[in-house]
């Protein structure tokens, strides 16, 4: 009778191969939800069904696991540009055609991607309509701070 109750050690492998996508997803939706600085291990790993010694595991820290959230939403979408980017060989008109078509499609179609990289551009262009002469944005940092976010997001360690 134990046996049955007892979990196969297949099953249980299985599970933690799948535990780090569980958590990226998890920290992926705190992260959107609550912003970088208010989200906690604690939360994510509420989320994730896991402790939060469990996210140790597989990240060293808060800011480990952020940066490796935005590479794993970002890189099959940059590997495919770079890909088409590799291969083309005609006009130039025609690689960022072909780019922009892919991006168009997979991008702004898929809510994670467009969370990360096209979200902090619409919001820049509406608090710059509708605060920009009362409450003026530094662009500058903002978009030091933007380029930053998805440039160690892509950073191979």
Known sequence: MTDVLEPRP????????????????????EFSRNGY???????IAERAGVTKGTIYVYFENKEHL??????????ATLDTVH??????DGS????????????YQHIVADRRRREVVIAPIALVD????????????DLKA?????????????LAK
Not at 37 to 43: D, G, S
């Open 92 to 103: 130039t008109a025609d690689l960022l055609r072909a780019q922009f078509s892919f991006i």
């Open 10 to 29: 297949d099953v249980r492998r299985r599970r933690k191969a799948e535990r780090p996508q569980e958590i990226l997803q998890a920290a992926f939706d």
């Open 37 to 43: 600085a208010t989200t906690t291990l604690e939360a």
């Open 142 to 154: 903002y978009f030091n701070a933007h380029l930053d976010l998805v440039l160690n997001g892509l």
């Open 126 to 137: 509406l608090w710059m309509m509708m605060f920009d002469e009362r409450q003026p944005l």
């Open 83 to 88: 890909d088409m980017f590799a291969s083309h």
């Open 66 to 75: 952020f940066i490796s959230m935005v590479r794993e939403v970002t890189k």
